[in-house]
């Protein structure tokens, strides 16, 4: 690994992945990860443009956002990116009528979107919802449209909660799609539209960033096929095999999001 | 394609499918196919060898002949092939001790096997069983074990149902390896090895067998890489695509098994 110094050099922007980082989801809103607070803040405070980027798709921006001011943090919906928002934007651009195979949490995202009469399938972290029957009925819909259109919320494996390893959205996602035969389009990282849309949001340009994030392969992975550097933190979802990963190497591994922002403080431009 | 009788020459077995073939499957016992139990009995007092291939893994061995007897097919528990049996003959000569994630209505068929302290995952058709509950329990046995196996009691896609089109084990199956990053050992349709213990029961050569199933790739495709030929029945899941499938081309289509078996009697050696 080259040195801190020129690894961090030429920074100006941080996206900040939000669950596995921040904090870890569970059971009474989830629990701080230790030193992230502190670290937001400090992050905050400095020269650098911070962004908060999550595939988080259970619950509502208003919700999470809630959620984590309550752990302490500083942090407000208009400074998360969140796949929900995302894939409404499209399914209005495409005349789109998704039947949602969604958490009741995430639902009020779609509150102006006509779901009448389907002609496609958004299907997002659903939690619970994943259900026998919510499937099939999913997989049903897309079996009855002549060019069916699958829409994912991300495509994350899993994540810790406080309690263990979770299902994510992803294999979800492969089971319709080796269900139907189809190719599904994911909203949310690792996405190149989603990290750009991120970066956008606060003028920074893809070299000028970087990404922290708990997935060797959404965060990681997806922020580098941007041209971002990423570090990946030795938290949430984080396993050691992540770091002799066959596909992607992160540009750095930091133990938690407190070590990143001491490294970045001290390191990057004046 | 050929004349029927150069494609039946020498054709002294046939192997069955049994779900979409004899019968539908649903609320009540399913119906049975117009024409099929008279086929099965036609075919039962010919010349030829017969045996039932199923991937029936939500009901044990004796259930499903009873129904299937109840509708009035003349068929035992010991003409079946199904992946159930099958799979706990690999787990004893493995000594694996599975944590199953099946329906109910099969658990008989693994009374004789220890699940103590599970070392590896079964995986069957569980149905309304297929709750996140129960696939976030498999996923955690698995993501503990160092070498995580996952049996799967066959990969199909879907099955037709009196009341539509219903997932099959295949997409669940498919999470899971996406879940873990891990590949699934098939046992059942269309694994050779599940063929061709079918074929060894009625004692005839794969290249002297056909194959009657509704399904173009776990039926009929299984069954020609393993040297059989193959006929696909316009019933069950068929679909008109299937008709010209990219990859598998079946050796002839019939409308259902009653015109299959008109055929193969007219046409085979007598």
Redesign the interface.
């Known amino acids: 690994m080259a040195p801190w110094g020129e690894l961090l050099a030429g920074v100006r922007g941080v996206l900040l992945d939000i669950s596995g980082v921040l904090y870890d989801s569970g059971a009474g809103g989830g629990t701080a990860i230790a030193g992230s607070v502190e670290a937001v803040a400090r992050l905050k405070r400095s020269q650098l443009k911070v962004r908060f980027c999550t595939n988080e798709s259970q619950k509502s921006r208003v919700e999470l956002v809630g959620q984590l001011q309550r752990l302490g943090f500083d942090i407000s919906e208009g400074e998360v990116t969140a796949p929900a928002p995302a894939a409404c934007q499209i399914l209005k651009e495409r005349a789109l009528r998704p039947h949602l195979l969604i958490h009741d949490g995430v639902r009020s995202e779609f509150d102006q979107i006509d779901t009448s009469n389907p002609n496609c399938v958004v299907i997002a972290d659903?939690?619970?919802?994943?259900?026998?029957?919510n499937?099939?009925s999913a997989?049903?819909v897309l079996?009855e449209l002549e060019n069916p259109v699958l829409i994912s919320l991300g495509k994350g494996?899993?994540y810790k909660e406080t309690s263990?390893?979770?299902?994510?959205v992803?294999?979800?996602m492969?089971?319709?799609?080796?269900?139907?035969?189809i190719k599904a389009e994911v909203v949310g990282k690792p996405s190149p539209e989603f990290f750009k849309s991120a970066l956008q949001a606060i003028g920074v340009e893809a070299h000028q960033a970087v990404m922290i994030g708990d997935d060797i392969v959404g965060d990681v992975g997806g922020a580098q096929r941007c041209g971002m550097r990423a570090l990946q933190v030795r938290t949430g979802k984080f396993r050691p095999s992540d770091e002799h990963h066959p596909e992607v190497k992160a540009d750095g591994y930091v133990d938690n999001l407190a070590e990143a922002v001491d490294l970045l403080l001290q390191h990057v431009d004046k």
Chains 1, 2 share one sequence.
Request: aromatic content about 20%; charged content about 15%; proline content about 3%.
């Open positions: 659903a939690g619970e919802s994943f259900s026998y029957q499937m099939n997989f049903q079996m494996r899993y263990g390893l979770m299902l994510d992803g294999p979800y492969k089971a319709l799609e080796y269900a139907c035969g």
